[in-house]
């Protein structure tokens, strides 16, 4: 494996808040202004996706996990933090490099159906970012969308069709189709397959994995099901509430989970081969972004947790070769 | 119905809760009548949590709806008995119907911001059910609400009963569904989907709560889901449904180790964790059919790659030691171990 990074984030963070205006902001000045509702979506997160892996990563509703993607592929601003796309700084560069280097990656959207414009015929849908970004002629187009649609399953006689005409796992082969277009070297896969039903759910799974192979392609595989990550994935990435809090290789994160979040959510998942299982449920809710524990996130859930988890942000270290762990147990 | 009263007391066989025979729900639509519950038979006994399993649109949970007697118009149920403890559910009034649910039989729904009122306060909301079928006063009611609360789990329940919906999370809301859902001890919970917009964590902490009421009051359960590993971890039998049919049902046991309908072989054998990480997933071609344009015959012959002439014929039920599924070339048993194994 190439050890230079295809991308690289580093100390990324995303913050939303309302914008404060002048009045408010002098209100503030002597302690009278609005209490701050500032969410804290993704908290200084670094990772790296290596050239051919494929990188799960994986947490709860509102941990920020799709935020990162945004973040990712320049769909969203970064509040802080530096990306780097084969080693080269994007904030750097001016808009419309950044832009162009940007296509590189792309973004396949969680539910398949509403991220088709409604209004818009397959062959527009998967065609027009190609034209508009001058990679293909417009006369070309049709008989670029069908070869593109051939290498998601789906056949010509789709190309004048709309998104309601056809299935959800019909419209997560287009939304794939769309996202191939620009010939992406990483693609950024936003809970692509969780809306689908589970025999159309292994279709989809089946037709990244060959196209993987087929153009050589890199995939950061955001999800809440650890069963489908722990198939398609090399590397898996644990976030809880903004942070990254466990980082490891597939088998080493499933066979010795580190941190307690992660052997937590490892026990709650059910299991085919487990019947009448005895649920051991980690306690309490997972805590509002917008006022998030002091220390480590998970502290009041912990069962471990003891006085220094309170107070001091656990570092994300090494506990064995090329798995981390952000939890104070390991000191 | 007073013989079958007396033959199940005289042989001392306990007598299912809910009997469901031959239900059938058509919807008459412009371009066609559409079937989406076409024949179901099921029965569930007192204690028993039994998985009702399908992909979208199999129809399972219209099955719900069609047991509560909750199809709206254009849908009507055609055909077959709903037998609740002896007595058909289709032959009563909607007064005595009324009666039956929210006392007797409860639903928990999907989302759960969608079962609750927004605008009423939460004890106001459970006090209801209690006042809609008792006639208690208010403390009282509020007492029961109060314990309600406790039971599935919610800490300050005294300040938590004068909140709104909007304060809790979405597992505190399902909590409050299935609070409500309790308060009256009912003898059958139908849950449709109630853990499908939470969290794994969460998940695991509401099926704890189901899996204790449900061995401490004896209540039955209809789990109704998409998700086998969930009927997996929690129910006794499970009956999967594919195009408004019940095509398997069996023990948890039974069907999840040795399924015989190729639909649940396939289904089961798809799931990530029955294959080699990294391996392409076994799939089962195609989608699911339309209601409108079923096939003729069993309704997965075209995804099916067991699927010969006969198939074009409606398969017989075929059963075996409890097991029984619709198919006329079921899996062999010794077929899934090897390929699973």
């Not at chain 1, 503030?28 to 969410?39: E, I, N, R, S, Y």
């Not at chain 1, 409604?118 to 293909?136: F, K, L, S, Y």
């Amino acid at each position: 494996m190439n050890h230079l990074p295809l991308l690289e984030l580093r100390g990324v963070s995303k913050r939303f808040g309302t914008s404060q205006d002048v009045v408010a902001r002098i209100a503030k000045v002597f302690g009278v202004g609005l209490p701050d509702h500032t969410v804290y979506a993704v908290d200084d997160v670094n990772v790296s996706v290596f050239p051919g892996e494929i990188v799960g990563l994986v947490g709860e509703s509102g941990c920020g996990k799709s935020t990162l993607g945004r973040m990712a592929v320049g769909l969203y601003g970064m509040t802080a933090g530096q990306r780097f796309w084969k080693s080269e700084q994007l904030e750097k560069l001016d808009p419309a490099s950044r832009r162009q280097k940007q296509l590189g990656m792309q973004l396949i959207f969680q539910d398949p159906v509403s991220s088709l414009n409604p209004r818009m015929r397959v062959r527009d849908i998967v065609g027009e970012a190609p034209v508009v970004h001058g990679m293909v002629a417009a006369a070309e187009k049709n008989a670029y969308v069908e070869e593109l649609l051939q290498r998601v399953g789906l056949n010509a006689d789709a190309l004048p069709r709309y998104a309601h005409q056809f299935s959800g796992g019909q419209c997560a082969r287009i939304g794939i189709a769309r996202a191939l277009a620009l010939k992406p070297e990483l693609l950024v896969c936003d809970e692509a397959v969780a809306a689908l039903d589970v025999s159309i759910q292994a279709q989809v799974l089946n037709l990244f994995m060959a196209l993987r192979a087929e153009l050589n392609l890199t995939y950061l595989f955001i999800s809440h099901d650890l069963g489908v990550v722990r198939h398609v994935a090399d590397r898996v990435l644990i976030m809880y509430l903004g942070r990254i809090i466990e980082s490891a290789p597939t088998p080493a994160l499933f066979s010795s989970a580190n941190h307690p979040y992660t052997q937590a959510l490892l026990a709650a998942a059910p299991r085919l081969e487990v019947r009448k299982m005895v649920f051991t449920p980690v306690k309490g809710e997972i805590p509002s972004p917008l006022h998030p524990p002091t220390g480590c996130h998970f502290h009041p859930r912990c069962p471990h947790a003891f006085h220094r988890c309170k107070v001091e942000i656990p570092t994300f270290r090494e506990i064995a070769p090329s798995h981390f762990s952000a939890c104070h147990l390991n000191d | 119905m007073a013989s079958d009263h007396e033959s199940a007391l005289a042989s001392n066989v306990p007598r299912p809760t809910l009997e469901v025979q031959n239900l059938t729900t058509e919807f008459v639509t412009r371009s066609g009548i559409a079937k989406p519950v076409r024949g179901v038979n099921f029965s569930v006994m007192p204690g028993q949590i039994m998985g009702l399993v399908g992909e979208s649109g199999s129809g399972k949970s219209l099955t719900g709806y069609s047991i509560m007697g909750l199809v709206d118009h254009p849908g009507v149920v055609t055909c077959g008995r709903v037998l609740f403890k002896g007595v058909d559910l289709r032959g009563l009034n909607s007064a005595q119907r009324r009666a039956i649910r929210g006392d007797r039989i409860a639903m928990i729904f999907q989302d759960p911001m969608m079962t609750l009122n927004p605008v009423l306060r939460i004890d106001t909301q459970i006090m209801e059910v209690v006042s809609a079928h008792y006639p208690v006063d208010r403390q009282t009611a509020r007492a029961m609400a109060r314990s309600a609360l406790v039971q599935v789990g919610i800490a300050s329940p005294d300040e938590r009963l004068s909140a709104y919906p909007h304060q809790f999370s979405g597992g505190m809301r399902q909590r409050i569904a299935i609070a409500i859902a309790l308060i009256n001890k009912p003898d059958l919970i139908i849950c449709d989907e109630p853990t499908t917009a939470l969290d794994v964590t969460i998940q695991a902490q509401i099926l704890f709560e189901m899996q204790k009421l449900c061995r401490e009051a004896g209540t039955s359960l209809i789990w109704i889901t998409h998700d086998l590993s969930v009927v997996a971890g929690l129910a006794d039998t499970v009956c999967v449904m594919y195009a408004g049919e019940i095509v398997e049902s069996g023990t948890v046991q039974q069907v999840l180790a040795l399924p015989r309908h190729p639909y649940t072989s396939g289904l089961i054998a798809c799931a990530p964790s029955r294959n080699k990480p990294g391996a392409p997933l076994r799939q089962i071609n195609g989608s699911t059919p339309s209601l409108l344009a079923l096939p003729s015959g069993c309704a997965f012959r075209n995804r099916c790659d067991r699927a010969s002439d006969i198939c074009h014929t409606p398969p017989p039920t075929v059963d075996e030691g409890g097991q029984s599924f619709r198919c006329f070339h079921p899996m062999p048993i010794n077929k899934f171990n090897e390929s699973v194994g």
